[in-house]
């Protein structure tokens, strides 16, 4: 399979949206959006993401296939990058090449990302690129209904 990152497409969103639908994946994330289901919230959130010079935003893409996306926001003084791949495409590798190739493309340092300490699957592909643990903070999850723990890890 053939995986590659490009700029995200106005169709893309569509299914960006549709990925977001998925409740076990809002879970494993631990964050959603307070009703996943409102269009006009998720569209407000990508345009703003989108339209934000400050970050880079990519669409993962499998055999020319949309399976996810991947970003870089600043938070403050600190870029902060996050992705979610469809579940279908889950357990293939594909969201560890896309961040080989995302961490090839954007190489400011240091780069932070959190997740949720039971989401065992983006703990393991941060920590096998190099990102290290700085920090843990309880945080309000919507997709759980419940404060959970969230690592913040950094790539120097």
């Given at each position: 399979?053939?995986i590659?990152?490009r700029?995200?497409?106005?169709?893309?969103?569509?299914?960006?949206?549709r990925?977001?639908?998925d409740?076990?994946?809002a879970?494993?994330?631990?964050?959603?959006?307070?009703?996943p289901?409102?269009r006009?919230?998720f569209?407000?959130?990508?345009s703003?993401?989108?339209?934000?010079?400050?970050?880079?935003?990519?669409?993962?893409?499998a055999?020319g296939?949309?399976?996810?996306?991947?970003?870089?926001?600043?938070?403050g003084?600190?870029?902060e990058?996050?992705?979610?791949?469809?579940?279908?495409?889950?357990d293939?590798?594909?969201?560890t090449t896309?961040?080989?190739?995302?961490?090839?493309?954007?190489?400011?340092?240091?780069?932070r990302a959190?997740?949720?300490?039971?989401?065992?699957?983006?703990l393991?592909?941060?920590?096998?690129?190099?990102?290290?643990?700085?920090?843990?903070?309880?945080?309000?999850?919507n997709?759980?209904a419940e404060v959970?723990?969230?690592?913040?890890l950094q790539?120097?």
């Amino acid at each position: 399979m053939k995986i590659t990152l490009r700029d995200v497409a106005a169709g893309d969103l569509d299914e960006f949206f549709r990925f977001q639908q998925d409740a076990d994946a809002a879970h494993m994330a631990g964050f959603a959006p307070t009703n996943p289901n409102d269009r006009s919230i998720f569209d407000h959130h990508w345009s703003e993401l989108l339209n934000d010079e400050k970050s880079l935003v990519r669409t993962i893409d499998a055999d020319g296939q949309p399976a996810g996306s991947i970003a870089v926001f600043r938070d403050g003084d600190v870029h902060e990058v996050m992705f979610w791949t469809d579940k279908q495409f889950w357990d293939q590798g594909i969201t560890t090449t896309a961040m080989d190739l995302f961490l090839d493309e954007f190489t400011p340092r240091p780069l932070r990302a959190r997740v949720v300490v039971d989401n065992v699957g983006s703990l393991k592909i941060l920590e096998s690129r190099g990102f290290t643990e700085v920090g843990e903070e309880q945080v309000f999850s919507n997709a759980r209904a419940e404060v959970v723990t969230e690592k913040i890890l950094q790539l120097n």
